[in-house]
């Protein structure tokens, strides 16, 4: 079973990208740290350039999570 991603464990997969950054950069950042759970979200984002951390984290749908994105 895939655990849950939180903003924390997203950031910690993608602390060795330079921004900015396409959908495949950030992809390939999470293939690299064999994070599954990561991968899976960020399978799910539009296609485009991101322009920092905060643009992946309003793309990424987070598990359970409430917060507004």
Known sequence: MAGTLTRDHLK??????DFPASKD??????????DPTAVQALRA????????L?????????GGDDKPR
Do not use: H, Q
């Open 25 to 34: 950069d950030l992809l390939d950042a999470a293939i690299r740290k064999g």
């Open 45 to 52: 984002i539009p296609e485009t350039d991101y322009s920092n």
């Open 12 to 17: 910690d997969c993608l602390t060795d990208v």
């Open 54 to 62: 905060a643009d992946v984290f309003g793309a990424v749908e987070f």
